[in-house]
Each structure stands twice: as structure tokens, then as C-alpha cells.
């Protein structure tokens, strides 16, 4: 009987739950978000306080150990981590047999297919072992691929990573220093790197964290699961959402019609949003925005860039919507996209990166999710549907 599922969810035996409005896929005991309380805790910490006192790499050790790491443990983190940071000349290849002109999200996911070609044979993924040591080679080298992929679409030479730098720091380098010469990193904006790497680790079963458990389900190998959350990261429901802030802000262009948009933003006969505001799950201050709201203060003052017109915009717009009674009454709150997109902006990272550095971001969160599904008993996803086709019918003789 071709409508058997739709009987079951009937009586009650199987749910339909489009989107999982309402479905755990999964245990996990990495991250909690409680969406009301605008609180995001990885292992137990608060975000506030890993961003104020941890780095990235830090909380990459955490997400993937479940405890922070003793000192000992954290330098010879940093270690393996500098030890995989070199990618081999056959992701340079593939790199170079891109048109220049072509988005960079499209790029990383191929990218990380030469990591699976690459390590493929090597990793026995019921290996507690390799399994860790994938998670170190993909967290050393996405930061490594990413400015790569920048320099190859600016047809710059490729910047070799430099041991003494921090991970924050190596990325800038890659991305914005010239091959062969000494590095020259600014601090307060590798910091501001850091920190929005550390921000977007994890964020517990989004799309493209799901997407990698699912992938990973199937015992695929684990750098072609990262690549399948870059692809489900691209689109602009997702990781789009910096830089749809960023187009928003062009196209108010002037402070003049901030409270034209306002307006549109509230009008229920204009679909048009107020992009960088509001979240599915933060119903209060996402607790990631306040922390990136004061790294956007101190990268727009290093630079001298406040009185750009863009980043005034932005911080009108800020200033009139906390205080408009239709976005206190709908808890729609700057969310983390508005602050780092302008962020980005002000440092140079032209808005087709900005979702790579998201993904970036993102690695250590898909690949402890990879890992603690592997680590535990677990079964291949594989999700019911409600047929809507046809019945049974015959051939036409
Ligand atoms: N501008 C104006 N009004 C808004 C906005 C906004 N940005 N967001 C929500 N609203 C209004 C809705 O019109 C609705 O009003 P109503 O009750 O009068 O009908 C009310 O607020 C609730 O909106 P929902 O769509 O039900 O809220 P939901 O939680 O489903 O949406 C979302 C969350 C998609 C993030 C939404 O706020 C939005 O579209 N924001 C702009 C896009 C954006 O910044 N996305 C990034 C999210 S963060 C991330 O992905 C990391």
C-alpha cells in the first residue's frame, strides 16, 4: 500500500515534521543553546566567557575532548595542529585549474575532495586514532585552502604558512601577505579573526552540522563529510546571511533612508527583512553578538574606519531599530551576521569569502559532531517521507 506512512503518522507511530521543527536527530553532548535565555554553552561554558578568555584552537580542543586542555596538552595541541597546516601540491593543482572568477564556496568543497583523494587510504575511520588525527589535519588545513582560494581569485602567488604565527595570525598572513616576505600581521585584527573562528565552532545540529552526521552515517570518508556541510553552509538561508547584511547596507546607501527601510521592514504587505536581525532559536541577544559587537567597535577604531558611510549606516540602523517598539516587541536583536559582516567588510574580505570563513569557523564543530557520532553507537539517517505520487498502476500494454 502506497500510503502506508501517512496511516502510520496517523495513528501516531511515525511523525511528520518537515524542517525538524520538532525532531532530535541525535544525542550529543557538545553544545547547548537555550534560545529564551540567549545562552550558548560548548561543553558547559558559557560562549561569553570562552570568547573573552580562550582562543579558537583552545575551544577546538574542548569541543573535540569534551574538557579544556592542561597546558601540556594545549602547546602540544597547537603543535600537531602547526605539524598539518601545509597542504600538498595537489590541492595547489586542482586550486589552479579554476577560473579565477569562480565562487569560492565551490572552490573549498572541490578543495576538500583532494583531502579525501589524498588521505583516503590512510584513514581507518573505526580508528579512535585516525579519526583524531583527521580532525587535526582538517581544523590545520581549511584556514591554509581558504586564503588560497582568495589569493588564486586575486591572481596572487600562494603565501606559504609561517610556524611562529598564531592560527588567527597564519590566516591573515596567507590571505594578505605577499609571498617571500616577512610576515606583518595586525594584532587587534588577528584577534578579531580569532574570535569570530572561535563564535561559529559549533552551534549544535544546524543544516550543515546535520549535514555532516548524516553524510558520516554512511561510514563516508571524513574530509568528503566536510565538504558536504561547506555545500549545505553556501546557501544565503545559512551562512549567506553576513553578506546579505552587507548588500542590505549598499543598498540603504545613504543615512538618509535608514528609516525608509525601517519602514519597509515593518510593513506586512513588503516581504522585505531587516537583514542581521533576528534568529530562529535566539529569541533574546544572541549571546555571540554582544562579544562581536565589541570586536566590531575595536577593528573599526584600529583601522580609523568609523566614519565610513557604510559602517555609520550600520550602527544608525543599530541605534533605531533596539529602540523601535516593533523590534523590542518581536525580540528581533542584532544577530551575529550584522556584526560580522561589517566586520569582514572593514577588513577587506570581499563578501564571496565571507561564508568560507564561516566554514572555517565552522570545521572543528562538523568534525567533533563527525567524530562523537562515530565514537558512539549510532545508525546510518535515513529519514521516512509521506508519498504523495501516483497508486500502483500498470504499464500500458
Ligand atoms: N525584519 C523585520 N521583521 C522581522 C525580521 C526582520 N529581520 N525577522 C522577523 N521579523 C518579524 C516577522 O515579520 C514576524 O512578524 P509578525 O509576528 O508581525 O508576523 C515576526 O518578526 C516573527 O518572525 P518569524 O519569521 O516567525 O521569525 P523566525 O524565527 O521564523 O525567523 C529569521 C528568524 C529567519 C532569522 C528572521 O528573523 C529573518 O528573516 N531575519 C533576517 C535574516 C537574517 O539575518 N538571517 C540570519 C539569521 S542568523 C544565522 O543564520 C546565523
Keep these: 500500500d502506497v500510503v502506508d506512512v501517512r496511516k502510520l503518522v496517523a495513528k501516531g507511530v511515525f511523525t511528520f515534521d518537515?524542517?525538524?521543527?520538532?525532531?532530535?536527530?541525535?544525542?550529543?553532548?557538545?553544545t547547548y543553546i537555550d534560545g529564551g535565555a540567549g545562552m550558548l554553552l560548548h561543553r558547559g561554558y558559557p560562549i561569553d566567557q570562552l570568547a573573552e578568555h580562550s582562543d579558537h584552537l583552545e575551544t577546538c580542543y574542548l569541543l573535540l575532548n569534551g574538557e579544556l586542555p592542561t597546558d601540556e596538552q594545549k602547546a602540544a595541541f597547537v603543535e600537531d595542529i602547526k605539524a598539518e597546516i601545509a597542504v600538498s601540491d595537489s590541492s595547489a593543482a586542482v586550486l589552479d585549474g579554476f577560473p579565477a572568477d569562480s565562487h569560492p564556496m565551490a572552490v573549498m568543497v572541490s578543495l576538500l575532495g583532494t583531502l579525501a583523494a589524498e588521505f583516503h587510504e590512510s584513514t581507518n575511520i573505526e580508528d579512535e586514532a585516525d579519526r583524531y588525527k583527521a580532525a587535526i589535519r582538517v581544523i590545520a588545513k581549511i584556514p591554509t585552502l581558504s586564503a588560497m582560494t582568495y589569493k588564486h581569485s586575486v591572481g596572487e602567488a600562494y603565501v606559504k604558512p609561517e610556524p611562529g604565527l598564531s592560527y588567527a595570525e597564519n590566516f591573515l598572513h596567507m590571505m594578505y601577505g605577499t609571498a617571500g616576505e616577512a610576515p606583518k600581521v595586525n594584532p587587534v585584527l588577528a584577534k578579531a579573526m580569532d574570535v569570530i573562528f572561535l563564535l561559529h565552532a559549533?552551534?549544535?545540529?544546524n543544516a550543515s552540522t546535520s549535514t555532516v552526521r548524516l553524510a558520516g552515517s554512511t561510514g563516508a570518508n571524513?574530509?568528503?563529510?566536510?565538504?558536504?556541510?561547506?555545500?549545505?553552509l553556501w546557501g544565503p538561508a545559512h551562512g549567506g546571511a553576513n553578506e546579505a547584511v552587507l548588500t542590505m547596507l549598499n543598498e540603504i546607501g545613504d543615512e538618509s533612508r535608514i528609516e525608509e527601510f525601517i519602514a519597509?521592514?515593518?510593513d506586512k504587505n513588503d516581504p522585505f527583512r531587516l537583514m542581521g536581525f533576528g534568529h530562529r532559536?535566539?529569541?533574546?541577544?544572541?549571546?555571540?553578538?554582544?562579544?562581536m559587537r565589541k570586536i566590531c567597535d575595536e577593528v573599526l577604531a584600529d583601522l580609523g574606519v568609523e566614519n565610513d558611510p557604510l559602517f555609520k549606516i550600520a550602527r544608525r540602523l543599530e541605534k533605531i531599530a533596539l529602540e523601535d517598539q516593533y523590534f523590542i516587541d518581536r525580540k528581533l536583536y542584532p544577530n551575529v551576521d550584522f556584526y560580522s559582516g561589517i566586520i569582514l567588510k572593514?577588513?577587506?574580505?570581499?563578501t564571496s569569502m565571507f561564508t568560507v570563513i564561516f566554514a572555517l569557523g565552522r570545521t572543528p564543530g562538523w568534525i567533533?559532531?563527525?567524530?562523537?557520532?562515530?565514537?558512539?553507537?549510532?545508525k546510518i539517517g535515513r529519514p521516512r517521507q509521506l508519498y504523495t505520487g501516483s497508486v500502483k498502476r500498470d504499464y500500458p500494454a
Excluded at 18 to 30: D, L, V, Y
Aim: aromatic share 10%.
Design 18 to 30: 518537515p524542517g525538524f521543527m520538532s525532531t532530535a536527530s541525535t544525542e550529543s553532548a557538545i
Design 202 to 205: 559549533d552551534h549544535e545540529q
Design 222 to 232: 571524513p574530509y568528503a563529510c566536510i565538504a558536504s556541510g561547506i555545500s549545505a
Design 264 to 266: 519597509k521592514a515593518k
Design 281 to 291: 532559536v535566539y529569541k533574546n541577544f544572541d549571546p555571540r553578538s554582544r562579544v
Design 346 to 350: 572593514a577588513i577587506g574580505i570581499p
Design 368 to 378: 567533533a559532531h563527525w567524530n562523537e557520532m562515530l565514537s558512539n553507537p549510532y
